[in-house]
T-cell receptor, first 110, second 114 residues
Framework: EDQVTQSPEALRLQEGESSSLNCSYT??????LFWYRQDPGKGPEFLFT???AGEEKEKERLKATLTKKESFLHITAPKPEDSATYLC???????????FGSGTQLTVLP | EPEVTQTPSHQVTQMGQEVILRCVPI?????FYWYRQILGQKVEFLVS????????KSEIFDDQFSVERPDGSNFTLKIRSTKLEDSAMYFC????????????FGAGTRLSVL
């Protein structure tokens, strides 16, 4: 059974204070690891997908990396508008379904 | 930018009533999914649908649930006899064919069962 654990559960940063979110996973045959952003009362918004260990993706202040056991979402010089819950999900084996972690609720204070 | 559209945004129903949640997928996407998120909990997979049939379903997706694509554009989730524990956000997601498998989510329907 695929499992995803995210840490920390919540993170408060000052504007400009860089940090990283962790996603540890267990999956049989990783097809893809996905990062989504979720704002309150909204659906998950796609950010990145990573397919193999060593891969990295960047978008504005966000950078996602992948190893064989975990993924990190690095946030550089965050702004208040980066405040949201960041979800990690995996897709494994022959299945197309996503298995989500519980998310990290990020608050960036001005 | 194309998006997945879900209606209604909020549905209130009495326990035991039937509800139908609707989704309009992104044009030319062929894989469709329903997920749910109970308040404060993880997003959970319910069912996937391709080529007019269910391809995968979770243990949550029991006989009370059904999905269909009635008219070639809408994708629906029906709950036959709602229970209090069905109260949740329900998200539709769609994927284009190909290797990237990126699932794009709608804004969700909040279902409140009283």
């Amino acid at each position: 059974e695929d499992q995803v654990t995210q840490s920390p559960e919540a993170l408060r940063l000052q504007e400009g204070e860089s940090s990283s979110l962790n996603c540890s996973y267990t999956v049989s045959g990783l097809r893809g690891l996905f990062w989504y952003r979720q704002d309150p009362g909204k659906g998950p918004e796609f950010l990145f997908t990573l397919y193999s260990a060593g891969e990295e993706k960047e978008k504005e202040r966000l950078k996602a990396t992948l190893t064989k056991k975990e993924s990190f979402l690095h946030i550089t010089a965050p702004k208040p508008e980066d405040s949201a819950t960041y979800l990690c999900a995996v897709q494994g084996g022959s299945a197309r379904q996503l298995t989500f972690g519980s998310g990290t609720q990020l608050t960036v204070l001005p | 930018e194309p998006e997945v559209t879900q209606t209604p945004s909020h549905q209130v129903t009495q326990m035991g009533q039937e509800v139908i949640l609707r989704c309009v997928p992104i044009s030319n996407h062929l894989y469709f999914y329903w997920y749910r998120q109970i308040l404060g909990q993880k997003v959970e997979f319910l069912v996937s649908f391709y080529n007019n049939e269910i391809s995968e379903k979770s243990e949550i997706f029991d006989d009370q649930f059904s999905v269909e694509r009635p008219d070639g554009s809408n994708f629906t989730l029906k709950i036959r006899s709602t229970k209090l524990e069905d109260s949740a956000m329900y998200f539709c997601a769609t994927t284009a064919t190909g290797v990237k498998n990126i699932q794009y989510f709608g804004a969700g329907t909040r279902l409140s069962v009283l």
